[in-house]
């Protein structure tokens, strides 16, 4: 079945039993993203620490499996991580949703995260995988600032 | 079902139904509301005029030349006599719905124009619904924009229904178009046209159809509609892409402005100035959708040789088992009327805690069934419901009861996942 | 002719080349200039995606949706690569040149538009040239006449070629843009482009290019011609009717006001305003005409396959040869460039006493030879040369010598029978 | 060949040698019509008689063979009838010239005119043949006015 390349398992996992979810205290940035076309929404905060560290990244939102199980997937990756390192899972995830599903993904980079290989096919879908990642990138950017 | 229909021997002409997804999964095509199949008349009739009959139309005088004009206006012939038109010179070909909406939003309010009942500004209203496609909001928009006219619109009621109950004070002497959609592609209700138009001619108001989801689906005929527009695509009646139509009364064509300017739509050009030819020309700038017209000729040729009356009946008996069907699924709610009243065979669904991308991905990916999830270029209708989207089963001459009971399936399945 | 180019080895994919018209006669095709004729590449390409890959493209989350936007992307891909776009995002899809140039000239002097550049009132002026094609005359009219702007334009000279010995007084600070053919479609001229537009990068205005006649004939690349804009259309392309390319650059695209409103073109949809997609999509509202994209990409891939330095050195041959073989025809007078300087394979021409019109149905009715007669859409430059029409003879990749030789002598007939 | 069915001998003959071509006095009304698609023009003047008869029609012009034909085949067919007779071979000439070569013609009403039926299978040429018999037409509504 196709199907298996999309909603793999560890999707369907992090969508019914979400890593992290809700929005926590203290945080350094908060930011809400919205994907107009299809309504899904996110509310994130992130909370880095000394050293670059990722010290915690929260969030709530709405919208399909995808967009919820990349946001909980990413909560995974991101903590305990030095920002330098979620940026370049960042990028190698944004690189693979954007591939239209030609590209080979890194799988020592991307973690869990390649899971969602199978969503780059799916054109309509990709921005529910990257809703989340854009809203980190750019929590990321406000904290810096 | 209908014994007189065979549903059978007409898949036989639409070749993607035979076709087997990846995987090995049938096709279930529930989405023609978003796009119909074609049936090979159409295809075939498509290959030989680009094969051996092709060349420009109007200015050529060789015999392909001859040959491609003489189809092409052939279509327009077929596409006025399938809707009723009282001349072929109302019938403007247009590259689908939205351009026909647009062409007619542009003839207000431009400073070329001289004619009262197209002028437009501050003061002066545009009304439309909240149920409408985009294509028939964001030209009005834009017109009221550039303009400074006030765009107003139609309430829907909780049961998928226009809300006609303030009629009167929508619609008064400051409107100046009535734009609304003759099928809702999202509820499948069918609007009361005759009460709106009344209002509207004693407003003294124009009054345009978007029929993009009508005309495909049922006998429909604009001299008993008598309204003064009417839009509809070829793509959603077993028409290529690339085509759509404008029908207007002939004398508001002649009282409207150039839109696109042009080859074609001339009659003599100087550098400073020129005249225009009479419509249909006027509005048809530049080489046309030729090939695409004679794919529409052919396809409204298909559709009445099956019977617009027995296509409407068929997608009835369709409706019925569906709407039956889905109101068996635990937590599935229609967005529409659950009853056969008025309404076409478009049923829009949501299912509780899955989000309609996760049906529609689910449906495809595991039982071929195709189906369009999302807010169906209306988002706001889905607004006004309080709904990020929808799952939207939508039916046609070639669907049987058999896919509606694979979509139900389909559904308990997905049910089942995200448990 | 060039031993490499095999004509023999294109003409069997023209399936029309082979057809005879009525009467036994044998086709001679020498209207391309007018529309091309296709090949099976790109018949069956369209036919197997009406077929069996069809459906709505964007919107849709199914396989068939998949595989159709697939298609109709990697058809904006390829159209991007033909022309050396920087980005496939420059690719906006249209119905024909026609739409692409009104899509230009609407995005000036629309109350919705903020940037300067597009700004446009009295004192504002637009500039073409005396040998446009109607589509690059009447927009401009039109946008001229709604907001009050001045339209001015180049002279021709005697010998068909644009007259800059006044470029700097029409090309001034009052200029906001300047639009030209690329190659002339009545006197085969290639018109010099960097010439104008370092007046026109002085003056701080725009430059569009209507490339209509050049991208089918020769290697086209935006980057180098630096120019902001330019348009094309498919059905002379080897490609289907229906579709057309405007091809701007990015940060224009963004910068201009939507033209046409409806689903596909927006982001998010409130009934009081809306916000829009990114540029292409911004431009292309409705149902795109996918099956004619993606015929296109199949149109740019043929042509690429061939080579198009290789098609205009064969194009190139069979002007030197026409060139010639015309000017031994008694009363025949070229009009446009008689060298092969600057001009593509468009050869008009008058023969004395005898007017087009007889010119071309003899041609046609007696020798099957297809030629264009009239005013091809530039009556304002026929009226600069004084006469009402010529007779024009266009090559392509597909015509050989012996064509020429046909139209020849189809003319010594022509003069036989008004003798 | 096709062509026999468009550029009869008659039509050939009567554009070589135009019978009763020029401007002549005296008339009753004159008029000046324009194909502008193809810049076919014509300046035409009627002289009306008694019991409705039409004493003459003159007539200068330029354009193709197709117009300049049929302008001569008119005066032949107008000059000396009554004006009655002469509009119903100008409708029966509409008629068929607008048929798009589906219209059997009636020779009893056209006469040698029947000559240009072939013209109506192109749609581009209709207008060539119908600008002198459209002038004359209205040239008698001005002239009854
Ligand atoms: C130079 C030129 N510009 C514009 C056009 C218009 O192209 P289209 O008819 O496809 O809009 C043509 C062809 O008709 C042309 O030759
Ligand atoms: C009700 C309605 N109006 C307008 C349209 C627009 O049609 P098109 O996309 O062919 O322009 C559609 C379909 O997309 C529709 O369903």
Redesign the pocket.
């Known amino acids: 079945m196709i199907a298996e390349s999309m909603y793999q398992e560890l999707i369907l996992e992090h969508y019914k039993h979400p890593q992290g979810r809700g929005l926590r205290d203290p945080f350094d940035a908060e930011v809400h993203h919205v994907n107009p076309t299809c309504g899904d929404e996110i509310t994130m905060r992130v909370k880095l620490g000394d050293g670059d560290k990722v010290e915690d990244v929260s969030y709530d939102g709405q919208g399909c499996s995808i967009s919820q199980a990349a946001a909980s997937v990413l909560h995974e990756l991101a903590t305990g991580s030095t920002v330098g390192e979620t940026l370049a899972v960042v990028e190698e995830f944004t690189r693979l949703m954007q591939g239209r599903g030609q590209v080979e993904p890194d799988e020592d980079v991307l973690g869990d995260a390649v899971a969602f290989a199978g969503v780059a096919k799916f054109p309509a879908r990709v921005k529910c995988a990257l809703l989340a990642w854009m809203a980190y990138k750019d929590a990321l950017a406000r904290s810096a600032s | 079902m209908d014994t007189a229909f065979d549903v059978e021997r007409i898949r036989k002409d639409f070749p993607v139904l035979s076709r087997e997804l990846p995987g090995g999964r049938p096709l279930v095509y529930l989405d023609s ?1 978003n796009s119909s199949q074609k049936p090979v008349q159409v295809i075939e009739t498509m290959r030989e005029h680009l094969a051996v009959h092709y060349a420009n139309v109007g200015r050529a005088m060789h015999v392909l030349g001859a040959e491609s004009t003489e189809a092409y206006e052939a279509a327009r012939e077929k596409v006025a006599a399938f809707v009723g038109a009282p001349s072929r010179d109302e019938i403007v070909f247009t590259k ?3 351009e026909a909406l647009n062409l007619v939003a542009y003839a207000f309010g431009n400073p070329i124009n001289e004619d009262p009942r197209f002028t437009m500004g501050p003061g002066d209203e545009i009304v439309i619904s909240e149920m409408e ?1 985009h ?2 909001i964001v030209p009005w928009q834009l017109l009221a924009r550039r303009t400074g006219a006030t765009l107003k619109w139609f309430s829907v009621t909780d049961e998928g229904r226009l809300d006609l109950s303030n009629l009167d004070e929508l619609v008064t002497e400051r409107t100046k178009i009535v734009s609304i ?1 003759h099928q809702s ?1 999202v509820l499948g209700t069918v609007n009361p046209v005759a009460r709106v138009l009344e209002r509207v001619r004693q407003a003294g108001a124009l009054m345009m159809l ?1 029929a ?2 009508s005309v495909p689906h049922k006998p429909v005929d604009v001299t008993a509609l008598d309204v003064d527009f009417l839009a509809f ?1 070829g ?2 009646a077993v028409g290529p892409s690339g085509i ?1 139509v404008l029908w207007a009364r002939a004398e508001l064509l002649d009282a409207m402005p150039p839109f696109l300017g042009g080859g074609e739509m001339i009659e003599a050009v100087w550098m400073d100035r020129s005249t225009y030819a009479p419509a249909p020309h006027k509005f048809e700038a530049g080489t046309p959708p030729i090939v695409e017209a004679v794919g529409l000729g052919a396809a409204v040729d298909y559709l009445s040789s099956v019977g617009m009356d027995a296509i409407a009946a068929h997608e009835r008996e369709l409706t019925r088992y569906a709407l039956e069907a889905l109101g068996e699924v635990p937590g599935l709610r229609v967005v529409g009327p659950t009853d056969l009243q008025d309404r076409g065979g478009t049923v829009s669904f949501t299912l509780e805690g899955i989000h309609p991308h996760d049906v529609g991905q689910i449906m495809d990916d595991e039982f071929g069934v195709a189906v369009r999830v999302g807010h169906h ?1 209306a988002r706001p209708l889905h607004l006004r419901f309080g709904i990020p989207a929808t799952t939207r089963a939508s039916f046609y001459l070639y669907n049987t009861p058999a896919e509606i009971d694979a979509l139900v399936r389909g559904l308990h399945h997905v049910r089942k996942v995200f448990a």
């Open positions: 509301g689908n719905a939205s496609h294509s028939n959609a592609n978007d993009s989801q695509t793509h959603k759509g270029c």
